[in-house]
């Protein structure tokens, strides 16, 4: 069974007396543990694709699935609890909070999730991106390879089955890059699915599948 899927998703936007088609009835069929990466010029549809992967808004027309559930039309309230335990999400910028520590950012996703803390968890996925002896640093006090492996612990603390990427190692210089690409390649060895947006030929390195995306349609 794939682990998500977008059937003819066409996505409009109206932008105030003009509709603009962002997706024309696009399909995508992620199976799971597999590494897929998505290439395409900017303004081609690969971020309102990533949104639509991520519960995070709708198509105009067409379905998504995450595993057997059509999550097309899912309440906010749904799509929310859905999308934190089925989804992880790993942005360029990182978007760290400031004031918090790499373990505290880490568990920020579990703040509304039952049960007791996500401290010990959150330092094992730290430890096993590199970071063991970071665990109480600030955002500050840390590089920017290490605020991605820090992004990219967050977005494990639930275990999801599905990680998305824009631009993972966009941000990062190339030996900072291939350790990155190397911890996804292994998340997906646990049958974990990963999505990456990327203009970075070296992520397409590391893909199982690369697709492009031109105008909304894939070529």
């Known amino acids: 069974m794939p682990a998500i899927e977008l059937r003819e998703a066409t996505k409009r936007y109206d932008t105030g007396g003009e509709v603009v088609e962002a997706l024309s009835g696009v399909d995508l069929t992620v199976d799971r543990g597999e590494f897929v990466s998505i290439i395409g010029p900017s303004g081609s549809g690969k971020s309102t694709l990533l949104n639509l992967l991520g519960l995070l808004d709708s198509p105009t027309t067409g379905e998504v699935w995450i595993g057997d559930q059509d999550v097309t039309d899912l309440t906010d309230?749904?799509?929310?609890?859905?999308?934190?335990?089925q989804v992880g999400f790993i942005f360029q910028d990182f978007y760290l909070l400031p004031t918090l520590t790499a373990v505290e950012n880490v568990t920020v996703p579990t703040v509304f999730t039952p049960g007791p803390p996500a401290t010990d968890r959150a330092e094992s996925l730290l430890a096993r991106v590199g970071l063991a002896d970071r665990l109480s640093h600030l955002p500050t006090e840390l590089s920017g390879g290490q605020q991605q492996r820090v992004a990219i612990a967050r977005s494990l603390i639930n275990n999801p089955q599905i990680v998305l990427a824009d631009e993972p190692t966009g941000n990062l210089d190339r030996e900072?890059?291939?350790s990155i690409l190397d911890e996804l390649r292994r998340i997906t060895d646990n049958g974990v699915s990963v999505i990456a947006v990327?203009?970075?030929?070296?992520?397409?390195?590391?893909a199982d599948r690369v697709v492009e995306l031109v105008d909304g349609v894939w070529q």
């Not at 990327?198 to 590391?206: A, G, K, P, R, S």
């Open 77 to 85: 309230e749904n799509a929310t609890l859905l999308r934190r335990e």
């Open 176 to 178: 900072i890059g291939t």
């Open 198 to 206: 990327t203009h970075d030929e070296l992520v397409n390195e590391y």
